[in-house]
T-cell receptor, first 111, second 112 residues
Framework: AQRVTQPEKLLSVFKGAPVELKCNYSYSGSPELFWYVQYSRQRLQLLLRHISRESIKGFTADLNKGETSFHLKKPFAQEEDSAMYYCALSLSSGGSYIPTFGRGTSLIVHP | DTAVSQTPKYLVTQMGNDKSIKCEQNLGHDTMYWYKQDSKKFLKIMFSYNNKELIINETVPNRFSPKSPDKAHLNLHINSLELGDSAVYFC???????????FGPGTRLTVL
């Protein structure tokens, strides 16, 4: 059963436009949610996590437990934001926690 | 001062061969992972390992086996390589399973 859903495989916007990358999760416990970013031919790195409530590179994400969503938003996209974005959830599994990733959304920001 | 490193960066080999990928982390983390990223960029966890427990994704063939000589290393051994094993393999580490993961640079495996 898919626990993390990113419905858009590809999101294409123009520079300066708002962007929202959607993430929905399925989990009955207290969720630990992350957004990771992978720039072209680089390693994945943390963008932000819900408990920190930070804004990183202009991105924010709010946990909505009612809608079980953790959408990533930025009001004005930049070309350097073009990358692959993964939403991730830490799932409880027999006393341990296993990270589960969504399928990823490729964001392309056109000049 | 690289946090998570992997070797080799590229690995090209023939079907049927056995190969290993090494991973080391200097962050003092207690949990390490192996992921497979396919051509569609789908990231799938293969193993999660700390000094107490190995958790295996049941979809991973038993040709794949993690080996941890110590807390800072988790190597991936692959026997009888198949064409479908071609992918990018990422190692990662974290402090416990609920914390931020730090990824290695990836190993691009090509099976001919």
């Amino acid at each position: 059963a898919q626990r993390v859903t990113q419905p858009e495989k590809l999101l294409s916007v123009f520079k300066g436009a708002p962007v929202e990358l959607k993430c929905n999760y399925s989990y009955s416990g207290s969720p630990e949610l992350f957004w990771y970013v992978q720039y072209s031919r680089q390693r994945l790195q943390l963008l932000l996590r819900h408990i920190s409530r930070e804004s990183i590179k202009g991105f924010t994400a709010d946990l909505n437990k009612g809608e079980t969503s953790f959408h990533l938003k930025k009001p004005f996209a930049q070309e350097e934001d073009s990358a692959m974005y993964y939403c991730a959830l830490s799932l409880s599994s027999g006393g341990s926690y296993i990270p589960t990733f969504g399928r990823g959304t490729s964001l392309i920001v056109h000049p | 001062d690289t946090a998570v490193s992997q070797t080799p960066k590229y690995l090209v080999t023939q079907m049927g061969n056995d190969k290993s990928i090494k991973c080391e982390q200097n962050l003092g983390h207690d949990t390490m992972y192996w992921y497979k990223q396919d051509s569609k960029k789908f990231l799938k966890i293969m193993f999660s390992y700390n000094n107490k427990e190995l958790i295996i994704n049941e979809t991973v063939p038993n040709r794949f086996s993690p080996k941890s000589p110590d807390k800072a290393h988790l190597n991936l051994h692959i026997n009888s390589l198949e064409l479908g094993d071609s992918a990018v393999y990422f190692c990662a580490s974290s402090q416990g399973g609920r914390d931020t993961q730090y990824f290695g640079p990836g190993t691009r495996l090509t099976v001919l």
